[in-house]
Nanobody, 117 residues
C-alpha cells in the first residue's frame, strides 16, 4: 500500500490550498481516508475523515474552512483548505483505515503546509 500526498506549499493567511493523496495497493472504496497534521513540537492531530459511504467528520477547528472529498474511481482523497490561518501550519498526512478497523493502517509521508501572517 502506498499513499502519496501533494499540494502543500506556503501561503499567506486567508489563502487556500488543495491537498491530494493518491492511494495504491488497496481496495480504496473499502477504506476510511483521513487527514492528520503535526505542527513542530506538537502531537499529531486528526483533521478530517471520509468514509467509503461518504460520511464525513472534521475536527472543530477546521469546520467551515476545510472540505474533505474522495474520488473512488481515481483512488484519491482531497483536502480543500480555505481561510488558512498561521495555526494551520503543519505537515499534513493522509491515512487509510480498513472499514472494520478502529485505527489507521497506512500512512503517507506528508506534505508541508506553511501559513504566514
Amino acid at each position: 500500500v502506498q499513499l502519496v500526498e501533494s499540494g502543500g506549499g506556503s501561503v499567506q493567511a486567508g489563502g487556500s490550498l488543495r491537498l491530494s493523496c493518491a492511494a495504491s495497493g488497496l481496495t480504496f472504496s473499502r477504506y476510511r481516508m483521513g487527514w492528520f497534521r503535526q505542527a513542530p513540537g506538537k502531537e499529531r492531530e486528526f483533521v478530517a475523515a471520509i468514509f467509503g459511504t461518504g460520511d464525513i467528520d472534521y475536527t472543530d477547528s477546521v469546520k467551515g474552512r476545510f472540505t474533505i472529498s474522495r474520488d473512488n474511481a481515481k483512488n484519491a482523497v482531497y483536502l480543500q483548505m480555505n481561510s488558512l490561518k498561521p495555526e494551520d501550519t503543519a505537515v499534513y498526512c493522509c491515512a487509510a483505515s480498513y472499514v472494520t478497523s478502529a485505527s489507521y493502517n497506512y500512512w503517507g509521508q506528508g506534505t508541508q503546509v506553511t501559513v504566514s501572517s
